[in-house]
């Protein structure tokens, strides 16, 4: 077995363990820690791939930036992932069932590729490199789905912020038209007092009378 053979076998079955601790751990941050760890495999299968451009887009996007981001929405929000596990092992078998066939189905599919070698690189590519070719193809011939993708993705930023806007019972929110509207009686009120002064008591004078 070659180097390469071995690496991308090790890889994938660490993409595979990660990925089904994704859907069984109890914790949501244990599942997300793990949801890293598959995609940093996933990154090194891109590696042995010779696609560097896409391995490293991988981890900075999706490891530095997505995930960090999630890990703090789940710690803010502080989502209870009980009643969303409720029933999981009840439909365990089903589900495998599903996931057994998709992967067979994808086998099937991909097989004759399988068995195809690895076309030599030409001349232009080992002079512009992967990373020029891939942008010239981006916005090519595929401009309008890169397109169509970033206005799916921002119809998705749209619809996250919709949701953590939504009106908590534990949390206090203020009027910003109210608080401009705000004048200084509203805030400080001036109250006049009359002084004070505190009579002596007798019990001193009462004491040296009776010492006398």
Sequence with gaps: METTTGLF???????????????TARSTVHAALFLVLSFFSASCIWMLLRAEFLAITLVLVY???????????????DVG??????GFWKHLPLAGLVGALIA?????????GFKLEAPAPTARALELGNTRLLGIELYTNYLYPLQLAAVLLLIAIIAAIALTLR????SRHMDP????????????????????????SAAPAADKGAAS
Excluded: H, N, W
């Design 9 to 23: 076998y090790t890889f994938a079955a660490v993409l595979l363990f990660a990925a089904f601790r994704v859907i």
């Design 63 to 77: 490891v530095g930036a997505v995930m960090v981001l999630f890990l703090f929405v789940v710690m803010m929000l």
């Design 81 to 86: 992932s009980d009643g969303f596990r409720e």
């Design 104 to 112: 067979l189905e994808m086998a099937l599919v991909l097989m004759r």
């Design 167 to 170: 009106a908590r019972k534990d």
């Design 177 to 200: 038209s109210q608080q401009v509207l705000a004048t200084k009686a509203d805030r400080l009120r001036i109250v006049k007092l009359e002084p004070t002064i505190e009579q002596p």
